[in-house]
C-alpha cells in the first residue's frame, strides 16, 4: 500500500514515523522546501536572525517549528484538544509519546515541571485579577537545537525507508469525486497512491483552502489571532518563569468581552520578523546559551466573524498589511508609554528607555494609526490587567512590535482518524487548521496514521503495528 504525506512539518514527520513502523508500507514524503541542512543561518546561532525568505523559515524540512522556541507543552488541551478524537486516557499517552520521541532524537531530558504550591499562590494572583492562569510540564529544545532533534528525526525516517522529495511543490489532490487516488506535482507529474495526508502547515495553509473548495472537503472557518509582541526586561518576567516556564494567561477585556491570550514566552530571548509574501510579522525565540536581558511574549486577540463575513484569516491579514505598509515594510515598534500617551515613538525615545529593543530591523512609529482601535483598547486593558500579576510589564518603556498574528486557516472537519469526508484523504496538524501547537500536530498525524494502519489490517502490540 501506498501512503503520500504532503508537507514534513511535525504532522507530516510524525504521521510518516508511525507508518514506517510496519516495515512494509510504501511512503512518501513531499515538502515544497529545502532539506533541513540547507536551512541553517548563520544569524540564528548569534541570536540575531530576522526570519529572512532566505532562511526558509516557513517551509522546508522541520516546518516553520524548526527555527521556533522549540517549547513542546506536554499536555493535550493547549494548541488544540486532543479528547475531540479520543479519550482522556489515550489523549495524554499520545501526547507522552510524542515527548518520548522527541526526546529519543536528542531532545532536553530535562522535563520542567512547575511547583505545585508555586503555581497555586500564581493562579490565586491571577485569579484576583480575573485572569485564568494555565500551567503544565514544558520541555525546552531550544531554537538551536530544534535543528538537531529534526535532522535525527529525518535519519530515522530514511533508515525506515520513507522516500523524501524536497523541493517539491504539489498542485493538487486527486480524487474520484468520493476516495483520494494520488497528487498531482507542479510540473503536472502525476503519482498515485492509496492514501493521501494532507499536512500542509502554516505555508500551505492558502493552497489546502483552495483544495478544499475545490474537492468539496468539508470545513469551516477558524478564528484569528492577532496582536503584539511585548519585550519587557528579563527580570521583570523572572518571578513568573522561575515557576512556569512557559505561562498561559487567559483574559477577557472588560469593554468589549473579548479573549486575549499570551503566548509563546521567550525568558532571555529575543524578538525575530517572519517574512510573509505581503507582508512582515514578528515573533520570538530563546536560544538555548545565548540569552539576552529581555523576555518576550505575544498578546493576541481572537477574532471570529460571522455572516456575512466569515473568512477572519483574509481580515487578518488585510490588517498585517496595512500594519507592514505603514511601517515601510517592516514591523512597527513603539514603546507602552507613547501609545498611551497618543504619541509616535521615535529612535530619540527608545534610546532613552530602561528596554533595548532585540530587533532593531522595525519602524518606530504609532501602532494605534496601523490597527483598529479595538484591538488597541483590547490590548492596552490586558497589559494593564497582567500588571497586578506581574508587577512592570506595563511600565512606559516597555516595548510593542506590530505585528503577530497566528492564523490557523479552515479547519477541516475529520472523524476521530483524521479522515475527511473523501475516503482516504486525511488532514492534519496546523495548516489543516486542526492544531495549534508541535505537540498536537505531531499528535494528528499519528492519529492519522494508526487509522492507516488499522484500514490494511494491523494491530499493535504493544508499540508496533502487526499484521492480524
Known amino acids: ?11 507530516g514527520i510524525f504521521t510518516a514515523f508511525e507508518l514506517g513502523k510496519s516495515g512494509d508500507m510504501d511512503i512518501l514524503l513531499i515538502e515544497q522546501g529545502p532539506d533541513i541542512d540547507n536551512r541553517h543561518c548563520p544569524m540564528m546561532r548569534l541570536g540575531r536572525c530576522t526570519y529572512c525568505k532566505i532562511c526558509h523559515v516557513t517551509h522546508g524540512f522541520g516546518g516553520a517549528g524548526v527555527f521556533s522556541d522549540g ?38 531530558t530535562k522535563l520542567i515541571v512547575p511547583d505545585p504550591e508555586k503555581v497555586a499562590e500564581l493562579k490565586k494572583k491571577a485569579a484576583a485579577a480575573g485572569i485564568d492562569f494555565l500551567e503544565f510540564p514544558v520541555r525546552h529544545l531550544g531554537t538551536e537545537n530544534s535543528v538537531r532533534v529534526i535532522t535525527n ?21 486527486k480524487t474520484d ?8 506535482l507542479e510540473n503536472n507529474k502525476e503519482i498515485d497512491s492509496d492514501y493521501v495526508v494532507v499536512a500542509p502547515g502554516r505555508s500551505g495553509a492558502k493552497w489546502f483552502s483552495q483544495e478544499i473548495k475545490r474537492l468539496g472537503v468539508e470545513a469551516e472557518h477558524n478564528p484569528v489571532d492577532l496582536g503584539l509582541r511585548v519585550e519587557v526586561p528579563k527580570v ?17 477585556t472588560k469593554t468589549y468581552d473579548d479573549f486575549v491570550r499570551t503566548f509563546c514566552v521567550n525568558h532571555g530571548g529575543y524578538v525575530i520578523n517572519e517574512v510573509y509574501e505581503d507582508f512582515v510579522s514578528v515573533n520570538g525565540h ?12 505575544a498578546l493576541l486577540v481572537r477574532v471570529k466573524l460571522t455572516e456575512p463575513v466569515q473568512d477572519a484569516a483574509e481580515y487578518g491579514r488585510a490588517i498585517a498589511r496595512s500594519v507592514t505598509n505603514i511601517g515601510g515594510g517592516k514591523p512597527i515598534i513603539q514603546r507602552l508609554g507613547d501609545l498611551l500617551n497618543g504619541r509616535r515613538s521615535t529612535w530619540s525615545r527608545i534610546r532613552r528607555s530602561y528596554v533595548r ?23 492596552v486593558e490586558s497589559i494593564e490587567r497582567l500588571d497586578y500579576v506581574i508587577p512592570g510589564v506595563a511600565a512606559d518603556s516597555t516595548l510593542l512590535y506590530a505585528i503577530e498574528i497566528k492564523e490557523y486557516s479552515m479547519r477541516v472537519k475529520v472523524n476521530q482518524g483524521m479522515e475527511t469526508n473523501i475516503k482516504n484523504l486525511y488532514a492534519v496538524g496546523d495548516g489543516a487548521g486542526i492544531s495549534r501547537n508541535i505537540v498536537i500536530a505531531a499528535s494528528t498525524g499519528i492519529l492519522a496514521a ?11 502490540e504493544p508499540n508496533l503495528p502487526k499484521r492480524n
Open 450 to 460: 494508526r487509522s492507516i494502519l488499522e484500514k490494511e489490517g494491523y494491530v499493535w
Open 357 to 379: 529593543p532585540t530587533l532593531r530591523d522595525v519602524t518606530p512609529g504609532d501602532i494605534a494609526m496601523a490597527m483598529p482601535y479595538r484591538f488597541v483598547t483590547d490590548i
Open 153 to 173: 528525526l529525518k535519519r530515522t525516517l530514511k533508515r525506515m525507508g520513507v522516500k523524501i522529495m524536497f523541493n517539491t511543490k504539489v498542485k493538487g489532490i
Open 236 to 252: 521583570v518576567l523572572e518571578p513568573v518563569t522561575e515557576i512556569v516556564w512557559d505561562p498561559k494567561f487567559h483574559i477577557m
Open 177 to 184: 469525486g468520493e476516495t483520494a487516488k494520488g497528487v498531482v
Open 1 to 11: 500500500m501506498k501512503v503520500t504525506i504532503i508537507g514534513a512539518g511535525p504532522a
Open 71 to 108: 517549547k513542546l507543552d506536554i499536555t493535550p488541551y493547549v494548541g488544540g484538544n486532543l479528547e475531540e478524537f479520543v479519550s482522556q486516557d489515550e489523549a495524554w499517552k499520545i501526547v507522552r509519546y510524542v515527548d518520548e520521541v522527541f526526546v529519543k532524537h536528542g531532545g532536553d
Open 286 to 297: 530563546t536560544m538555548k546559551d545565548n540569552k539576552s536581558e529581555n523576555s518576550n511574549f
